[in-house]
């Protein structure tokens, strides 16, 4: 079926699928960067995950449940460093919030409640659609998407039990099809099921997702001399712990870890900072075997750290592995394409969580609890290293963990196991009808050097079997989990997490309205070559870049940080006087209107590039932008 391309017939429309952070950040960018009229539909196929996902909604994270990183970390706006703590202390209403919270002044380095970054979330997005440009709107819509159609005209979207106010639909019993000129595929986590809870998964002992309200009610009710396990030593098994542990649990706590790996507390007063450290030269050698290969990296790891306790007494030592693991990423796409993929899988398997350890910690709120359970003494909780091999029930109604660890097999016998959140990373094996129906179509292609995610190119356009754009369709957040390790040497959580989204959510919003506004879709090639023309002599032109180019895309800059649209548009009309005053191009064949849109998505481009930069923390990016003048709470 057809159906109109959005209520008036006269704009473009881009269709978001999935509602969660990833979604909403990037609805968030697209009307606040769209000056022409554009309808952005946000379709969620569940009402709670909804400006949410499964990391942030109500239902699923008490109030107990904290973020791991600093509240001042959790602004959705990497250009504005501390827009979630003003918010938290400011605009959020607390009516309903239970003590201690109520009355809670958010610092900077401090914790937050994961459940109201909900509300945060929600409030961002309405303030963004009241200060869209006219015709820039906003559908929040209900339904799941199955399928899409690459068609010449756009994408048709099979869309099971849609519904949306806006548009010319209403609830159907099956599915209904959905034409839009952009597809953003912002799905989120996907879980998997481990094999070794086959015989459990239906349980009344199991939980089998920690941030459900089902599962939260098991945690809230268990009762306190109960004995539990949970599959995990890392941040969702502390969410879980520390739940049980500050109602006041007794019984003993299994955490169960394949590596015994524990995240590090971050120091009072920490923050994010990037440090500029010597090339890993020895990682960028031919890789001869997986021994080798690890001890060169233990000996350049070893001398990184050295050099920031020698060089920068002012780190703290307990984040000199943070330091390093970031001044590496720049250096790591180069070191990682030397290895085998297969060799590159099983050392991300084996890895994986010891690499996520190394890139991020988690705050003191948390952590302090979980320290103090599994001291050796009087500890409440017990670290089991080994691998889970299975969990069977019992007649009494209870599970039996069976552990495998190199020294020693453990039985653990418990009232309650908790599975933390696994997650199926290998986009082959994910059970969702759109992933099946879209690797059948070719439409995406499941990552190949790491089995982590889809191929997607560098602006997050998902890639045919060919290698080729499959169409206006991109991807945000988790299905972006490989490309991020090989393009930007970005491991761990680091792959999916605020950090990457917010990046991401900046660069597919300004690519999605270059190519609507140009009428370019990735397969046609004429224009790109023009812009890429255009690109080179601004970049390479000493008389051209320093004044006027660069002038323009400070302006360009400055007008995708802004919140309000009088703001942005005195911006814009600089911007567009400025484009119009640069000299010294090469000779195009078109007309002076067609010239001037080339260029200034080309200066998109570059103030994209700026705004992106992850060699600068966001408080210096802050700085270099000239975007405020201050960064205290008062600003």
Known sequence: MTQPRNRTGTCPRVLIVGAGLAGTATAIRLLRFARKPLEIVLLERRSDYRSAGVAYHRDGNPWDHVFNIQAGRMSVFREDVLDFVRWANREADRRDWPTPWDEFEFVEQGPAPRRIFQDYLIDRLAEAGREACPGVVLVEADGEAVDLEVRATGVEVTVCEFFASGLEAGPVPESTALCADHVVLATGLELRDPPFA????????????????????????????????????????????????????????????RTGTMFRTYPGGHEHEVLQLPCPKALLEPYRNREEFLARVRSEWET????????????????????????????LPEAIERIPSA???????????????????????????????????????????????????????????????????????????????????????????????????????????TGRGLEVDEHGTLLSPGGEPAGPVSAVGAPREGDEIVRNGRTGAFTFNLAAIKNQSIAVAARVIEQLELELEPHEDGLARDMAQCHGHVSNSEE????????????????????????????????????????????????????????????????VQRLTDVTVTPRQLRRQLGITDTEDLED
Do not use: Q
Request: hydrophobic share 45%; glycine share 8%.
């Open 343 to 449: 060799e590159l899988r099983s050392l991300l398997d084996e890895f994986g969580t010891s690499m996520a350890a190394l890139r991020v910690g988690a705050v003191e709120y948390t952590m302090a609890i979980i320290e103090r359970a599994i001291h050796p003494a009087d500890g409440s909780a017990k670290l089991v290293v080994g691998k889970v091999e299975g969990i069977t029930p019992t007649a009494s109604g209870r599970l039996v963990v069976s552990v495998a660890a190199p020294e020693e097999e453990h039985a653990i016998e418990a009232d309650l196991v908790v599975s933390n959140f696994g997650r199926e990373s290998d986009y082959s094996r994910v059970g969702r009808p759109l992933w099946r129906n879209l690797l059948r179509r070719g439409i995406a292609v499941p990552h190949e050097r």
């Open 544 to 607: 051209a870049a320093p004044v006027g180019f660069d002038e323009a895309v400070a302006l360009e800059v400055r007008r995708l940080a802004t919140r309000h649209r009088s703001e942005r548009e005195v911006l814009g009309f600089r911007l567009d006087a400025c484009i119009r005053s640069i000299g010294g191009l090469p000779p195009l064949p078109m007309a002076a209107s067609g010239r001037d849109r080339l260029m200034g998505a080309v200066v998109n481009r570059a103030a």
């Open 304 to 331: 990184a750290r050295e050099a920031v306790l020698r060089d920068h007494p002012e780190v703290d030592p307990t984040v000199v592995a943070e330091r390093v693991a970031k001044a590496w990423e720049p250096h």
């Open 198 to 257: 086959a015989d459990v998964r239906d349980h009344a002992s199991f939980v089998r997702n920690p941030y459900s309200a089902a599962g939260v009610r098991k945690l809230e009710t268990l009762p306190p001399e109960a004995t539990v396990a949970i599959v995990g030593s890392v941040l969702s098994a502390y969410d879980s712990a520390g739940l049980l542990l500050r109602r006041g649990h007794t019984g003993r706590i299994h955490l169960i870890s």
